[in-house]
């Protein structure tokens, strides 16, 4: 899969594959039969079937989880908007690639292959008070990454991010998407103070004074960033392989958001792990749609929530596969 212009993706949603209904009405079926009343496994039973409906076999299974986190630099950071220097990203991108991150543990507690993609550090994006922060051709580039990063062998996707200055970009392209004032989107990100809180809010409302009305894909370009973009590449990649996708937070879930501000459709083989407790993010959960799996006050991205939701769809496949039937167990049905 190659993703050769901006213009384009609105239309994938009518050439990508959809849910395949026949897995899930198995899968359905299944579940009814299995040893417990109808339903009293509540999101659990909701997960397997999705998981069902995307890999088109009544039975899915999780052999192979791949854990992307792509990190990129932004030049809107030259406004002031985090209180950390971009270098950080690049050391937290070596933390990473050493195994001392909290993603590094939770993939390993749950059985994900983790790989960080690094794109283009020593060249920030350019600041989205200026002018666009990328070019179309810059925003290609970047999404044709995460298409490439993707295994075709992989039964469930997970997607994070590392970047500094990425919950102010976060923020600018979810008002951009789905209105309310900047002030309703912006939180603390890596520690802002009051002071830091109202710098960004100023920011991203100069930023979108600037830029204007614009097309989902063309909001990406102008107030998003490389991973955000990689992100989106990876999301469609997933897609073209019927490889389900689970979200992290706030800063994730706005780059996937601008697909689904193209087609909604084009999320809907997508979880969203958990709520972060930045509070722009159950807004826009609300905007997209999408109920998380967990809600465990995190913040820290990474795909930290994502990859601790992947052992609750473990969970739900667990019992989904290993359990009896009342046939199989000689258990009498109502």
């Known amino acids: ?167 102010t970009t976060a923020a600018a392209l979810a008002s951009a998407l789905f209105g309310a004032t900047p002030a309703d989107w912006v939180g603390p990100g890596t520690g802002s103070d009051a002071a830091g809180i109202a710098r960004k809010i100023a920011v991203i409302t100069k930023g979108l004074a600037l830029h204007g009305a614009k097309s989902p894909m063309t909001i990406l370009a102008a107030l998003g960033g490389r991973e955000q973009a990689a992100i989106c590449g990876a999301v469609l990649a997933a897609r073209k392989r019927r490889i389900p996708v689970i979200l992290d937070g706030f800063i994730c ?24 407790a930045e509070p722009g993010h159950r807004r826009l959960l609300d905007a997209i749609h999408q109920r998380a799996v967990l809600e465990f006050d995190m913040r820290l991205g990474e795909g930290s929530g994502a990859a601790l939701a992947l052992g609750i769809l473990r969970s739900a496949l667990a019992c989904h596969n290993g359990m009896a039937t009342f046939a199989e167990a000689g258990i009498s049905e109502a």
Not at 16 to 33: I, K
Not at 36 to 55: D, Q, Y
Not at 161 to 167: V, Y
């Open 1 to 167: 899969m190659n993703i050769n212009n901006l213009s384009d993706i609105a239309t994938l949603a009518n050439q990508l594959p959809t849910v395949d209904g026949a897995a899930r009405e198995a899968a359905q079926q299944h579940q009814n039969n299995l040893t417990k009343p109808p339903g009293s496994l509540g999101r659990l039973e909701e997960l397997a079937i999705f998981m069902a409906g995307w890999r088109a076999t009544s039975r899915p299974d999780i052999r192979m989880a791949q854990a992307l986190v792509f990190a990129g630099n932004h030049g809107v950071c030259a406004q002031g908007v985090n209180p950390y220097p971009q270098e950080v990203t690049k050391q937290m991108v070596a933390n990473f690639e050493h195994g001392g991150a909290a993603i590094n543990q939770l993939c390993r507690a749950n059985g994900a292959d983790l790989s960080v993609i690094a794109l283009d550090l020593d060249r920030p994006t350019a600041d989205f008070t200026q002018g666009p922060a990328m070019s179309e051709p810059e925003t290609l580039d970047a999404m044709n990454r995460g298409v490439a990063a993707v295994d075709p062998a992989a039964d469930i996707l997970i997607l994070g991010e590392m970047g500094i200055g990425n919950s």
């Open 253 to 276: 879930t706005s780059a996937a958001a601008t697909l689904y501000a193209a087609d909604p459709r084009l999320l809907e083989h997508c979880l969203v792990g958990h709520v972060s």
